[in-house]
């Protein structure tokens, strides 16, 4: 396995439309553009998090197998400082949650769906907001 100098982290997400996921992860969730060739692909970064977004032209969406299309259980986990303004400012900006609130030994964690519906976890380690 290649790891890149900067130690980058890549995630590939299936997604329906391109230019809605870049949206959803600019505006909401810190994410910057990296790349954009819509409506095949872009990638978008946050921290040495880089997603990678496939639209159904995109080499990567085609390689999926049909019984794989779907969105899964699997998500990308974001650590934030003060999950409850997290929650009150993407709610405010009229998103809604795939999941309530749930405390853990090792934090809290509430589930988003992007606009395809892939998850994204918010989460706040034990002793944070």
């Known amino acids: 396995m290649t790891e890149t100098a900067d130690n980058v982290v890549s995630v590939r997400y299936i997604v329906d439309d391109v230019q809605a996921a870049i ?6 969730l810190g994410f910057t553009v990296h790349t954009a060739h819509v409506p095949a692909f872009a990638d978008v970064t946050r921290g040495s998090l880089r997603l990678l977004l496939s639209g159904e032209q995109s ?4 390689a999926t197998p049909q019984d794989a299309k779907g969105p899964g259980r699997n998500r990308i986990h974001l650590i934030v400082d003060d999950l409850d303004a997290e929650i009150e400012r993407l709610r405010a900006a009229g998103l809604s949650f795939r999941s309530d609130l749930v405390t853990g030994p090792g934090g809290r964690q509430i589930l988003l769906a992007d606009p395809s519906g892939n998850l994204v976890e918010l989460f706040a380690p034990a002793g944070r907001g």
């Open 23 to 28: 949206d959803f992860y600019t505006t909401h």
């Open 59 to 62: 080499s990567g969406a085609r």
